[in-house]
């Protein structure tokens, strides 16, 4: 069935492939094969009958009308649909000068067939044959776009929602809700916003993704003329510094823009285009006068870049405040003096700290000991980690150590006085491990690690099992794992040359001798593969493994192999990079 002139369809091979065939063949539509006004189909309702539909075809089919005769044999039951008088001048273009004509041909109708005719399926067997040609129309009807500010938020949903942000004890749960508020244009409350702002504020590592979500909070409070408090702006400076991994000036800057209210959306980190335009001097934050953490959120993003400048920078921003350095902000310093290898500046620091009456705390003991450590002075690392060991196990100044000795040296040579109270935690454990891991003092190391998993955790926050009464005790991390590892591929010892340290260690592992082999690897790895399989470990930290295993076992393939098999089977495939470049090493026929 054709309906309409067929001619100047060759002229357009393109367009008819893309547009189905009906559409192409309307009389109206498409002339000389050229669309001939832009056609929006309404959701109008027309009359789906006709008076005299016989009539209608009859006069499209008088003389100087282009319709050819194939126009008189359709006879369908949607022929009433067809334009009654579709006049068409000279030039092939269709008379736009009857409006209620012209309105009527781009009415759509509401009668299924009626579309199906529309968009060219008349019949299940025009639907079959249109297949059969490798030619299928796929036109649907247009659905109008609901703009959001029409869409109302049902009342049982709105008071769904908003009792969620009011009772949800996790991050994820209230920023939904807050998601889907926003979405309906509701009004929330402002003592709902700054829970939700305390919940983001407690996530950690703070990403780039954390930024935006308080970013995004904060925007809200503003524009519902809530009063944006001091630790609500402070965070937000912390965060706009923290977003990667490695601090760099730039995350400075952004940190310093939001402190000089410059706007809370620094270039390139803002949430949305709409949101970066509407940052202006004083957006968000009105008559707050910095405190002393504000600055020492400044000092900590400085030292976590390494950068003098920034330190230095920072540090004259508290100097001209007038307000007093507090116990954070000499940790802070004494962080980057640690990082910079500084050992003069740490004791000098730790002077101050005791002038100023202030304690040090386990974070500050810590900080000490990574500085000693990086700096390759051992002996005062484990003098250190020998006086807080002394705190959960009492030793007797008998042996090879001192307990009394090693008090004095650290108070009078380091200028550290640790008192009876400090136990080391899991930081504590965690670094130790790695420093002498990674230096080659395997004794010592394991040492450490035996003394992490058979302590109580005592740490703040941590809860006993209500079942025994036995403490939980701390568990072995990835961390450590990976110390360790990372010792065994620096120091692994080939099976035809090995040198033998006996030690205390020696009866905890099946081995009688301790040292940098195989057996003590095997060891190690079966304690790795006994933990849980989420967090799922790193790239690196696998590759350090197999690059143990391929120097301790002198580069044996088959029990490559096997290790690989077993991690495989632990922690799934899919791993790229160089560990792809070694599984296809691996598993080379022929080596």
């Not at 979500?213 to 923290?242: C, F, M, P």
């Not at 051992?378 to 003098?383: E, T, W």
Request: aromatic share 8%.
């Amino acid at each position: 069935m054709l309906i309409g002139s067929t001619l100047g369809l060759r002229s357009l091979p393109a367009l008819s492939s893309q547009i189905p065939c009906r559409l192409l063949r309307h009389p109206v539509l498409f002339v000389r094969g050229r669309l001939t006004a832009p056609v929006r189909l309404p959701r109008s309702r027309i009359s789906s009958t006709s008076p005299h539909p016989q009539n209608v075809l009859e006069e499209r089919n008088g003389p100087g009308n282009r319709l050819t005769s194939t126009t008189n044999s359709y006879k369908g039951p949607n022929a009433h649909l067809l334009p009654s008088h579709p006049t068409v001048s000279a030039n092939g273009t269709p008379d736009l000068n009857h409006p209620p004509l012209f309105s009527r041909m781009l009415a759509l109708p509401t009668n299924k067939n009626s579309v199906d005719h529309l968009v060219g399926l008349d019949s299940l067997s025009d639907t079959q044959d249109h297949q059969q040609h490798g030619r299928v129309s796929r036109i649907q009807r247009p659905h109008r776009a609901l703009d959001p500010a029409e869409r109302k938020c049902p009342a049982q949903k709105r008071r769904t929602l908003l009792w969620v942000m009011l009772t949800a004890k996790s991050p994820e749960r209230a920023w939904a809700a807050y998601q889907e508020l926003l979405s309906y244009r509701v009004a929330i409350s402002h003592h709902l916003l700054h829970k939700l702002v305390r919940l983001l504020a407690s996530i950690k590592p703070r990403t780039c993704t954390v930024h935006l979500q308080l970013l995004s909070v904060l925007k809200t409070l503003q524009k519902n003329r809530g009063q944006l408090r001091l630790w609500e702006w402070n965070t937000l400076i912390d965060s706009a510094g923290k977003q990667w991994h490695k601090t760099r000036l730039e995350d400075y800057e952004n940190s310093l823009d939001i402190f000089n209210k410059k706007g809370v959306l620094p270039a390139g980190n803002a949430a949305s285009a709409d949101e970066a335009l509407n940052a202006d001097a004083d957006s968000c934050v009105k008559q707050q006068e910095p405190d002393i953490w504000t600055y020492n959120i400044l000092l900590s993003i400085a030292s976590r870049s390494n950068l003098p400048l920034t330190v230095r920078h920072a540090s004259s921003l508290l100097l001209v405040s007038g307000l007093p350095p507090d116990r954070y902000t000499h940790l802070c310093l004494l962080r980057y003096f640690a990082a910079r290898k500084d050992l003069r500046s740490v004791r000098s620091t730790l002077r101050k700290m005791k002038q100023q009456r202030l304690e040090v705390g386990l974070d500050g003991i810590n900080a000490c000991l990574w500085a000693y450590a990086q700096n390759g002075r051992f002996d005062v690392a484990l003098r250190v980690y020998r006086v807080l060991r002394s705190n959960v196990k009492p030793t007797p100044n008998l042996g090879e150590y001192n307990i009394d000795e090693d008090s004095r040296y650290i108070r009078d040579i380091v200028g550290l006085d640790i008192l009876d109270g400090f136990e080391p935690d899991e930081i504590t454990y965690t670094m130790m491990i790695q420093t002498l891991a990674y230096h080659g003092d395997l004794r010592n190391a394991l040492g450490v690690f035996v003394d992490m998993l058979s302590t109580p955790n005592r740490e703040a926050g941590v809860r006993t099992d209500d079942t025994t009464v036995d403490p939980v005790y701390y568990k072995p991390s990835i961390a450590a794992f990976r110390g360790l590892f990372l010792g065994f591929a620096r120091h692994g010892q080939n099976p035809e040359h090995r040198t033998v340290e006996a030690g205390p260690i020696a009866a905890l592992f099946p081995c009688s001798q301790v040292t940098w082999d195989q057996d003590t690897l095997e060891t190690v790895f079966v304690a790795f593969l006994q933990l849980p399989s989420l967090p799922k470990p790193t790239d690196r930290l696998l590759y350090w493994i197999l690059v143990a295993i391929d120097k301790t076992s002198g580069h044996d393939a088959a029990k490559l192999r096997e290790v690989w098999i077993k991690l495989e089977a632990k922690y799934g495939d899919g791993w790229s990079g160089r560990l792809e470049e070694m599984r296809r090493s691996i598993f080379t026929p022929g080596d």
